[in-house]
T-cell receptor, first 111, second 114 residues
Framework: RKEVEQDPGPFNVPEGATVAFNCTYSNSASQSFFWYRQDCRKEPKLLMSVYSSGNEDGRFTAQLNRASQYISLLIRDSKLSDSATYLC????????????FGTGTKLQVIP | ETGVTQSPTHLIKTRGQQVTLRCSSQ?????VSWYQQALGQGPQFIFQ???????GRGNFPPRFSGLQFPNYSSELNVNALELDDSALYLC?????????????FGQGTRLTVV
């Protein structure tokens, strides 16, 4: 089983749609969780951290379910500019800052 | 702009050669991590340097090595290049070792081994 698993997509959705991505992780001791966004041929950039209580940033909502070991990202009212690959990232609690990336989910928002 | 810069941006090498990639971390950041991202895959953790010492390593062979300098900039060296080493190499800088610290990525070095 991969440490961090995501559906690679692609997800093709019309503008204005709501889309949800899920991510599962295998290490129950993981302590930190993030969603990164990566545009084509660019570096990953932090979209948002994910907290146990869930958090929202504008049209983006992230949720963490520790019992089931999954993280979700919800995007409401999709924009063309949301087209990108979304990477689920999980951080260990070890003595160094090891983070493990999922393979990413590709989103294409269609006019 | 993240303040993390990598050089060169693109590189073509022949199988068997050696390569050195460079990374300047964001001002004030003392931790640099290196990742390999193959086409269509997520970044894979190579190793991390904290205050000039290797502080964690992923599943990469010893021919992948690195350095961190007193100014916290870093190098990734790969010996005996193989075709499968062709990838985007990313460095990320952060402050400290706490797992919740945000990492800022450079734009990457795209290495092609022929």
């Amino acid at each position: 089983r991969k440490e961090v698993e995501q559906d690679p997509g692609p997800f093709n959705v019309p503008e204005g749609a709501t889309v949800a991505f899920n991510c599962t992780y295998s290490n129950s001791a993981s302590q930190s969780f993030f969603w990164y966004r990566q545009d084509c041929r660019k570096e990953p950039k932090l979209l948002m951290s994910v907290y146990s209580s869930g958090n929202e940033d504008g049209r983006f909502t992230a949720q963490l379910n520790r019992a089931s070991q999954y993280i979700s990202l919800l995007i409401r009212d999709s924009k063309l500019s949301d087209s990108a690959t979304y990477l689920c990232v999980v951080g260990d609690s070890g003595g160094y800052q090891k983070v493990t990336f999922g393979t990413g989910t590709k989103l294409q928002v269609i006019p | 702009e993240t303040g993390v810069t990598q050089s060169p941006t693109h590189l073509i090498k022949t199988r068997g050669q050696q390569v050195t990639l460079r990374c300047s971390s964001q001002s004030g950041h003392n931790t640099v991590s290196w990742y390999q991202q193959a086409l269509g895959q997520g970044p894979q953790f190579i190793f991390q340097y904290y205050r000039e010492e290797e502080n964690g390593r992923g599943n990469f062979p010893p021919r992948f090595s690195g350095l961190q300098f007193p100014n916290y900039s870093s190098e990734l060296n790969v010996n005996a290049l193989e075709l499968d080493d062709s990838a985007l190499y990313l460095c990320a800088s952060s402050l400290g070792l706490q797992g919740g610290t945000e990492a800022f990525f450079g734009q990457g070095t795209r290495l092609t081994v022929v």
